[in-house]
């Protein structure tokens, strides 16, 4: 069973949206109540939730910063931006932020729960248009700054691989064995040789220059 909690200022949304996902038997939804403040995250339990929708305008709140408040709170939690706007204009700040990425309220009932589906896993469904923006400005940065991609050692190929499966950086350490602040120092090396900012983008171009399979 998939446990849902729809965070939207609007009962219709609210209301549509459980209608909508629970013709699926394997899912169940609830809301957050208002206030929508981060005083109510910070006293709310989040770990029942498998997903949270979270729109991005909720009245003198923003959907961004509430999200980094339950990210504070709960690491783990897999929050998805729910908005009625263009999702790749959010991408790259949700995604630093620990956010898997964001859906169009328009979507299909399908393509919504298989975006869940897939944030579950740890795995972040990209728009197209996106990626080609993200490559091309790599491609920019490449033209300026030579890559140092030969200077990964096996180390930090293991820790990409880690995280291209969406391990978080705990779990990357108990699975290679190291703290958890050799990772987080090894990551800064790993951002600073692709030159990139995000676990993400690193993913990226490892592949494209097949850093990692």
Do not use: W
């Amino acid at each position: 069973m998939i446990h849902i909690l729809v965070v939207d200022d609007h009962p219709a949304v609210r209301e549509g949206t459980k209608a909508i996902l629970e013709k699926d038997p394997e899912v169940t939804v609830d809301f957050m109540n208002p206030p929508f403040t981060l005083e109510a995250v910070e006293q709310m339990d989040f770990s029942s939730f498998d997903v949270i929708l979270m729109d991005l305008n909720l009245g003198d709140v923003n959907g961004m910063e509430l999200s980094r408040g339950i990210v504070e709170q709960k690491s783990d939690c897999k929050i998805i931006l729910y908005t009625g706007y263009e999702v790749e204009d959010y991408f790259e700040e949700a995604i630093r932020m620990g956010i898997h990425g964001a859906i169009n309220k328009a979507e299909s009932k399908e393509k919504i729960l298989a975006y869940i589906r897939h944030a579950i896993k740890g795995e972040i469904i990209l728009p197209y248009s996106y990626l080609q923006s993200l490559l091309s400005q790599q491609k920019i940065k490449n033209s300026e700054q030579v890559l140092e991609t030969d200077c990964l050692n096996e180390r930090e190929k293991a820790i990409l691989q880690e995280v291209e499966k969406g391990h978080t950086n705990q779990e990357i350490a108990d699975n290679l064995h190291l703290s958890k602040r050799s990772i987080e120092y090894s990551l800064t090396s790993i951002f600073n040789k692709l030159n990139v900012g995000s676990r993400t983008e690193a993913v990226l171009i490892a592949k494209s220059e097949s850093i990692i399979d």
